[in-house]
């Protein structure tokens, strides 16, 4: 069954749910959870709405979509539970984090991030196993581009950091007189050395937030 949204985005997001593609979305991934394996656990799709309130976001992380193997994929961008398998573009991560900040992070599991106001989403919420982008253009870039929406309009003062072309291209969905946007690359090896490393996110947002009166963000773990 199709997981319920946290009151918090179900209040900021209803009239997202009265517009046709909702159930058009809600029958696709019931239709796919059932026949093939997919990524995060049903129950798992919006643990990122969960863990991170509507009104405290402070910080947006964007991704594409979900790890599409075995035991990585935690309804978090980027993040993979404490032993399971690496992944490269959590590792590029950490490189940069290290980089920027001379943080040498060994937790993969980065809820610690998510406790200070971190939304780490993604473009598209499910994936098949194996089958990067799977779920792209299923309807759920029209409700993820409703969230960004939603909190450009309704809050203010938000680092947005933008990750790869499909996060990028949602940035004229956000107001940057009232927040702050990082745009870079991708992560993944396949794009890490065009410009994400030494793209500086993590100090840049920091510096951001001190501006703002507002506490950084501890990016150890």
Known sequence: MF?????????????????SYW??????????YSQQICFPQETSIFKALELTPFDDVRVVILGQDPYHTAGAAMGLAFSIPEGSKSQPSL????????????VQRTLTDLTDWTEQW??????????????SASHQWQWWENFTDAMIIALSAKRDGIVFILWGNSAINKQFLID????????SPHPSPFSAYRGFFGSRPFSRTNMYLRQQGRGEIVWRG
């Open 3 to 19: 997981p319920s949204l946290p009151s918090s985005w179900w209040i900021a997001l209803t009239w997202e749910f009265q517009k």
């Open 23 to 32: 159930g058009v979305l809600t029958n696709f991934i019931e239709s796919e």
């Open 91 to 102: 590792r590029n991560i950490f490189k940069e984090l290290d980089s920027d900040i001379w």
């Open 118 to 131: 971190v939304l780490l989403l993604n473009t598209v919420l499910t994936v098949r196993q194996w089958e």
């Open 176 to 183: 940057s007189n009232k927040h702050h946007i990082i745009t």
